[in-house]
């Protein structure tokens, strides 16, 4: 469910929701006040390492395509946010990662077991904060989203380090683990805003392209970019044994393919294994392939939107898609 | 929050809710159901391992102690367990633990990782259960408690290998790792009774009173037990650097207190030092004042029952109470 990469997102996007997002980042500061200062540190910790909070955005965008009331959206928008934060948290301890964009990870800086606990707390603030004033069909929408992420990340932790994986099983994952969430996200702000079920259906539409779009090119950018713009080490999944997109190409059409399943079956690669891998992968159309796909679900995501959103908005969430296109680090 | 012991629990305590306690069983197997494979085989794992359900049993005892609509109570009684569920699963992780009810723990058979998952998997299937028919008054004491275990457990996990812990720490942390959850499902029964406000906090000390006993009684039984009767091994919480009310009496009374000191700071503990460990407390009269401590919460929450309880429901709980007061293993 990695985002490292949206704090590169144009600020200017948001614009028409500024208000809003500042309200969120408050209200995140002061939901996640404990009395134990460990725990303290550890969530201002999470908050402070940013993001551009690309899923309270879209749910924010999508409730101001129609005629929300202010004070009743914001608890879903920040609850939205301390769900990804919760999930974040939990996958870095599950990914052992180091790092994440650019700063060191709670489980780097406090150990796995106390970052598994900070997760589970702020699952409970983001459920004590919908308590008050969501409706029921809302909260279910949110629970069953958890609960279809929780079983991706499963799924990915199964099949790691397994090369027959297809296209289907790669695409199957990601709606589960990433794109179902902004999905959701999306939807909830219809209903926020009154949309009626019609429009909320391709607002969701919309935001589950967005999703796939946006893990796709997280696939890519771990194999094209830099450590220095990803935040983290380059090869990263690959290494993890995650069997992405640009891998499930090359496994297939690169004729170094038996040499790259063999690297992957070997399941702890060193540097100059994840070194060859990339390699392979680079020789190959990999990474055109995967832009192309990119790029059809970005496409999908421009034309889904329905028509009786308001300008404003429609323009925020078409600069979403133009921007997950267009990002190379 | 470790109730391993809990299965030895005699059933004719609960005889009165026995088709309750029959129907969530049936729900938490239904509820668990998931389309992945590696999920399912996790969650049917943690409800097998079984347990004699104490926190949902108190719940139901208490809501039987007024006059509740038998459908409506039975959600909660579900969600409660799968959220003690949840906390037991990522608890073995954050112990590290092997066994648990004599059964190997979900991270020693499918991994931590996976564990993680499962543990949040659970979060949400609780959550999701209770979006449909809980008023937001009990969801907020749930998710109160829920955040407050998370602290708790943060604490002891900072605080572990530290011997400059008294009574008071230890008693806070015990209230917030245990007792708190135990109190509020006995005063979310309360409610779901429809018991008026001043039983319900009542009952809610009655709660807190058994978790405290409960806790303590445990913390016991790690000294003076044997590895069959606990399904772990003995002296499990020393070596893990958890100083429980045994060891801080004998810190402090034992002529070879600055040894236990040293063991306890050493971190990395051997058998041996786990051995003499427990030696130097048993030469103390550290069981015998923990068994008392027990008694005075045992006997605080004897006396705090509501006089408006009906009679098989007052029977129940004051039975319940004797058990945790006799159990040995």
Chains 1, 2 share one sequence.
């Not at 800086?109 to 707390?121: C, E, F």
């Not at 909260?139 to 079983?151: A, P």
């Not at 297809?166 to 999905?183: H, M, N, P, S, W």
């Not at 909320?200 to 090119?217: D, K, L, N, P, W």
């Amino acid at each position: 469910m990695g985002d490292y990469l949206v704090s590169k997102f144009p600020t200017n996007i948001f614009t028409i929701i500024q208000d809003d997002l500042e309200a969120v980042e408050k209200a995140l500061c002061s939901i996640i006040q404990s009395p134990v200062d460990l725990v303290n540190d550890i969530t201002v910790h999470l908050v402070q390492a940013g993001g551009k909070r690309l899923r309270p955005a879209l749910y924010l965008l999508c409730a101001r395509g129609g005629s929300p009331n202010t004070t009743e959206i914001l608890p879903m928008a920040v609850a939205i946010e301390l769900i990804h934060m919760a999930t974040l948290v939990h996958d870095d301890v599950i990914d052992n990662a180091a790092t994440r964009r650019g700063r060191p990870t709670a489980n780097a800086r406090w150990g796995n077991h106390s970052s598994v606990l900070a997760g589970d707390y702020l699952w409970a603030k983001a459920f004590s904060l919908l308590t008050d004033n969501t409706d029921n069909k809302m909260l279910k929408i949110l629970t069953n989203v958890i609960c279809t992420m929780c079983e991706g990340e499963i799924v990915q932790l199964k099949e790691a380090f397994n090369p027959d994986q297809d296209e289907a099983d790669y695409r199957l994952r990601v709606a589960q683990k990433t794109a179902g969430f902004i999905a959701a996200s999306c939807e909830l702000g219809a209903i926020a805003g009154g949309m009626d079920e019609g429009d909320a259906v391709q607002v969701r539409e919309y935001g589950y392209s967005i999703g796939m779009a946006f893990q796709i090119t997280d696939d890519i950018l771990d194999i094209t970019a830099s450590a220095e713009q990803l935040g983290k080490p380059v090869g990263n999944d690959l290494r993890q044994g995650i069997v992405t997109l640009p891998v499930i190409y090359a496994l297939k059409n690169s004729p170094r393919g038996g040499e790259l399943r063999s690297i992957i079956e070997k399941q702890f690669m060193s540097d100059d294994d994840v070194k060859r891998g990339l390699e392979i992968i680079h020789q190959t159309k990999a990474v055109e392939y995967s832009y192309a796909q990119v790029n059809k679900y970005l496409q999908h995501a421009r034309r889904v939107l329905p028509a009786t959103l308001n300008n404003p908005v429609r323009e925020a969430l078409l600069a979403v898609a133009d921007f997950v296109g267009l990002r190379k680090y």
